[in-house]
T-cell receptor
């Protein structure tokens, strides 16, 4: 396994700007997850894909958040009109199909909104 | 809704001593429980999982966890702690396709 890759590692933006993060999962994994982690908290589930289908998105934090996985490979998470409260670590994970499979996490993208 | 609780923000142990990191769960139905570890500047890593079967689950790096249905607990244990075990530990429960994580417990092992 080459591991889950996230880009960028750090992103600093001004309030009101749009940001997009990319995640490249492990190649043979067809499930991809996005989580958000704030200081002192555990990862908070946002959304997940099976192949290119987004099967759960009700936990996205607001309609400013959206995610895509157009060809069932890499995924992007976009936050529009960023707010200071969006500052957090955004984590991506992937797994094979099956809810009991272990998740492989990337190192995350640290977002700071000024 | 499924949830887990980690009652301790920090656990301190001396190297060579046994360690326990506590987790309790609240679920409807059968629990699918996990432990993950997060080292500084690295992604979360899977340690072990309980799905069904033996209440004592063995995982990576010498860790094990004991599932206790009557106490709704899933404590992480290791017989002899190492300084290199110092990290942030998360308990998690499966909720549909997602994992719901606890707040985490910082384990500090002193030499």
């Amino acid at each position: 396994d080459t591991g889950v890759s996230q880009d960028p590692r750090h992103k600093i933006t001004k309030r009101g700007q749009n940001v997009t993060f990319r995640c490249d999962p492990i190649s043979e994994h067809n499930r991809l997850y996005w989580y958000r982690q704030t200081l002192g908290q555990g990862p908070e589930f946002l959304t997940y894909f099976q192949n290119e289908a987004q099967l759960e998105k009700s936990r996205l934090l607001s309609d400013r958040f959206s995610a895509e996985r157009p060809k069932g490979s890499f995924s992007t998470l976009e936050i529009q009109r960023t707010e200071q409260g969006d500052s957090a670590m955004y984590l991506c994970a992937s797994s094979r199909t099956g809810g009991n499979e272990k998740l492989f996490f990337g190192s995350g993208t640290q977002l700071s909104v000024l | 809704a499924q949830s887990v609780a980690q009652p301790e923000d920090q656990v301190n142990v001396a190297e060579g001593n046994p360690l326990t990191v506590k987790c309790t769960y609240s679920v409807s139905g059968n629990p699918y429980l996990f432990w993950y570890v997060q080292y500084p500047n690295r992604g979360l890593q899977f340690l072990l999982k309980y799905i069904t079967g033996d209440n004592l689950v063995k995982g990576s790096y010498g860790f094990e966890a004991e599932f206790n249905k009557s106490q709704t607990s899933f404590h992480l244990k290791k017989p002899s702690a190492l300084v290199s075990d110092s990290a942030l530990y998360f308990c998690a429960v499966r909720d549909m396709a997602a994992l719901i994580f606890g707040k985490g417990t910082t384990l500090s092992v002193s030499s």
